[in-house]
Structures are given as structure tokens and as C-alpha cells.
């Protein structure tokens, strides 16, 4: 599976931004998806998550009622609605993949439980 995750940009606090991650390969073992965020001097972390087959989601506590996390199956694509964004959401934003199931939400924060990774998207918000 091959993950390319397009849509930062330099946007101000209060706007929005929708990120977009195409997937290509062998897209149907795909199980769940995610996307998390890297800011300066930060670690990894997670950001939302999503089961392929159900569109059952999560949200890291940051982002709960600001960002919405998405999937198009038939596009074989990932979304993430951001709204409201603030200076702290500044970071490179990635999409992952991962072929395995798993039913305690707070695996989704878990990177090592991802198989496929995409490149990463610059996401800045100015104050």
C-alpha cells in the first residue's frame, strides 16, 4: 500500500484546511487508517482515526469537535476536516494504513501498529 497524503498549507488561527491521503496497492486488506502529527520539538502523536469498514472513528482530545476525520472507499481515500485550527496544530501532518483490526480505541495512538506510512504534509498556523 502506497500512502500520499496532499492538502497543508500556511493558513491563520480560525480557518480551515482539508488534508487528503490517496491510497494505492493493495488497498482491500486495509483495516484501519489514521492520522497523526508532528510538531516542532514533539513527538509523533495521534491525531484521528478511522476503521476502514465501518467509519467508526476517534479523536485525540485536542482536536475533538474541531477536526473530522473521513473516508471515500470507492476513491480509496482519507480525509481530515480541519476547523478552527489553531498555532498549536502547527506540524507535519501523516496518514497511515495499517491490515490489522483492533477494538481498544486507544490503539489507534499506537504508531507501531501501522504497516504503511504516507510522506507527511506541512500544516502552519500563524496567530
Known amino acids: 500500500v502506497q500512502l500520499q497524503a496532499f492538502g497543508g498549507g500556511l493558513v491563520q488561527a480560525g480557518d480551515s484546511l482539508r488534508l487528503s491521503c490517496a491510497a494505492s496497492?493493495?488497498?482491500?486488506?486495509?483495516?484501519?487508517m489514521g492520522w497523526f502529527r508532528q510538531g516542532p520539538g514533539k513527538e509523533r502523536a495521534v491525531v484521528a482515526g478511522?476503521?476502514?469498514?465501518?467509519?467508526?472513528?476517534y479523536y485525540a482530545d485536542s482536536v475533538k469537535g474541531r477536526f473530522t476525520i473521513s473516508r471515500d472507499n470507492a476513491k480509496n481515500t482519507l480525509y481530515l476536516q480541519m476547523n478552527s485550527l489553531k498555532p498549536e496544530d502547527t506540524a507535519v501532518y501523516y496518514c497511515?494504513?495499517?491490515?490489522?483490526?483492533?477494538?481498544?480505541?486507544?490503539?489507534?495512538?499506537?504508531?507501531?501498529?501501522?504497516?504503511?506510512w504516507g510522506q507527511g504534509t506541512q500544516v502552519t498556523v500563524s496567530s
Open positions: 496497492g493493495r488497498t482491500s486488506a486495509t483495516a484501519r
Open positions: 478511522i476503521s476502514w469498514s465501518s467509519g467508526t472513528t
Open positions: 497511515a494504513a495499517s491490515l490489522k483490526n483492533w477494538y481498544d480505541s486507544r490503539s489507534y495512538g499506537r504508531s507501531a501498529l501501522y504497516d504503511y
